[in-house]
């Protein structure tokens, strides 16, 4: 079974960090596209970051500057690094997996793959 775990949530105050991480089970995921994506209570899912095969990056202006992705293709992880939270950042974090790298990809269409979610609470 192909499958994306997130961890690493949790409650934390404005200004602090986190680190997310993806662990990815089934199959490789070296050659995909990876993304990170949240979803706030009554708002659709929106991007946040992703990296190719290769390490370039793409990074949502609401973010840029705070959030690192990075992968770790050895041991099959994708990692979202989350410095200087606001209460804004607060919502559901899911891991992504683009196969076929033929679309948009700070679009949630183009992926294949999704983890669970994992809550992230900034408070004020």
């Known amino acids: 079974q192909v499958l994306l775990a997130e961890s690493g949530g949790g409650l934390v105050q404005a200004g602090g960090s986190l680190r997310l991480s993806c662990a990815a089970s089934g199959r490789a995921f070296s050659r995909d596209v990876m993304a990170w994506f949240r979803q706030a209570p009554g708002k659709q899912r929106e991007f946040v970051v992703a990296?190719?095969?290769?390490?370039?990056?793409v990074t949502a202006d609401s973010v840029k500057g705070r959030f690192t992705i990075s992968r770790d293709n050895a041991k099959n992880t994708v990692y979202l690094q989350m410095n200087n939270l606001k209460p804004e950042d607060t919502a559901v974090y899911y891991c992504a997996a683009d196969v076929n790298y033929g679309g948009p990809y700070t679009y949630p269409s183009p992926y294949d793959y999704w983890g669970q979610g994992t809550q992230v609470f900034v408070s004020s």
């Open positions: 990296i190719s095969r290769g390490g370039s990056t």
